[in-house]
């Protein structure tokens, strides 16, 4: 049957499918669905903060998770979402934090902070190497050998400018940001130049 084009679709449609809690013993498979326990769920996002995160309220009458698991930070937590056009999309968190915890007639009530792993893992990495090389290609290299990001997830401008810096004990999204300033984007027809080159060199060579 046809759509109707009259028809309004509403954010609200949006449905949640799944809260996936993993423990830290065994990451295959989910050791429970907090689908029914949380009561709140709020995300964050800012083009100037490193990685993504969220806040999640848990009322848990039941599973006693946060003793019985036990909860002590670093649990994976994969969020499914289905859009209104039956679009499902998945975000991966790790809780870096257990607040707000109370405890009344058997029922646990907490608030979990929830982190990208990039952005966890990123407090703990420093970088103590010569740092030298074309701007854009040494920021994909310190996301994909420092924070372990697929190459194929990592999107960046190609930029005309190169450094040459030792970082001192930065961590590699502060080392990352004090360069954003200093790089200069290479010009669209400079980019088709240097593609239309490649071609032409490997046209020779075939």
Known sequence: MAEDPNEKIYASE??????ALYSIKDENKPYANLL?????FQYHEDIFWPSYGATMTIVDNQEN???SMP???????????EDVVGETYSYAFRVWTVQNRI????????????????????????????????TSAQVKKLLSE????????????????SIK????????????????????????YENHRQEYQRQYQGFLHD
Do not use: H, W
Request: hydrophobic share 35%; charged share 25%; with cysteine.
């Open 65 to 67: 998770l946060i003793s």
């Open 165 to 188: 810096i030792l970082p001192t004990k930065k961590t590699p999204f502060s080392l990352i940001r004090s360069l954003q300033q200093k790089t200069v984007i290479l010009p669209p």
């Open 14 to 19: 949006c449905e949640c499918k799944q809260i």
């Open 36 to 40: 029914g326990m949380a009561v709140t």
């Open 103 to 134: 405890t009344r007639e058997r029922r646990n009530t907490y608030t979990l902070g929830l982190i990208s792993e990039e952005g966890l893992r990123n407090e703990g990495v420093r970088i103590n190497t010569i740092i030298e090389g074309n």
């Open 71 to 81: 909860i002590q930070g670093f649990e994976k937590v994969v969020v499914e979402f």
């Open 146 to 161: 420092y924070l372990k990001v697929p190459v194929g997830k990592i999107d960046a401008e190609k930029s005309a400018t």
